[in-house]
């Protein structure tokens, strides 16, 4: 079994919609989560961590369940500027490990 | 403005030749990172260095070698051993003890 895990997508959701994402990951001794963005031949850039208290920023909401080993991200009211691919991260001491990626496509 | 930088932003180069792809940082970070991506693929973490002398290979590290004499800087170098380098190349940072790298913009080889 892969460490991270994520639906490659892609997702097609039209201007407006709620879309959400999950990500899978196998080692329960993880610290920390995170989702990254990344856009075509772009560098990834964080977009945000991820807690057991979930954390919203916008339109954004991020969740953590370490019960079940997933976090999901859901974004709301999606603009054709969220087009992208979100890796989901999480890292255990100094150890990173990358999701594959989902990828999204918002059309008008 | 503090960040990490990479060049070039993209090298061709030909089959059997070595070249040495660049990344420096002045983010005073202690850990840098190498990753490999291909189309449509994650990242793969090729070498990481936590530590200014010291560095660790990663999942992918054959074909490829690096170095960290400075604290700011580390190279990697694409040998010819390496059967399938054409890829988008990806340096990151982070601080010691945190959690979230940073990347540089990446360099995006092509072996004609």
């Known amino acids: 079994r892969k460490e991270v895990e994520q639906d490659p997508g892609p997702f097609n959701v039209p201007e407006g919609a709620t879309v959400a994402f999950n990500c899978t990951y196998s080692n329960s001794a993880s610290q920390s989560f995170f989702w990254y963005r990344q856009d075509c031949r772009k560098e990834p850039k964080l977009l945000m961590s991820v807690y057991s208290s979930g954390n919203e920023d916008g339109r954004f909401t991020a969740q953590l369940n370490r019960a079940s080993q997933y976090i999901s991200l859901l974004i709301r009211d999606s603009k054709l500027s969220d087009s992208a691919t979100y890796l989901c991260?999480?890292?255990?001491?100094?150890?990173?490990?990358f999701g594959p990626g989902t990828s999204l496509s918002v059309i008008p | 403005d503090g960040g990490i930088t990479q060049s070039p932003k993209y090298l061709f180069r030909k089959e059997g030749q070595n070249v040495t792809l660049s990344c420096e940082q002045n983010?005073?970070?202690?850990?840098m990172y190498w990753y490999r991506q291909d189309p449509g693929q994650g990242l793969r973490l090729i070498y990481y260095?936590?530590?200014?002398?010291?560095?660790q290979k990663g999942d992918i590290a054959e074909g490829y070698s690096v170095s960290r004499e400075k604290k700011e800087s580390f190279p990697l170098t694409v040998t010819s051993a390496q059967k399938n380098p054409t890829a988008f190349y990806l340096c990151a940072s982070k601080r010691q003890g945190g959690d979230t790298q940073y990347f540089g913009p990446g360099t995006r080889l092509t072996v004609l």
């Open positions: 991260v999480e890292t255990s001491y100094d150890k990173v490990i």
């Open positions: 260095s936590q530590i200014v002398n010291d560095f």
């Open positions: 983010l005073n970070h202690d850990a």
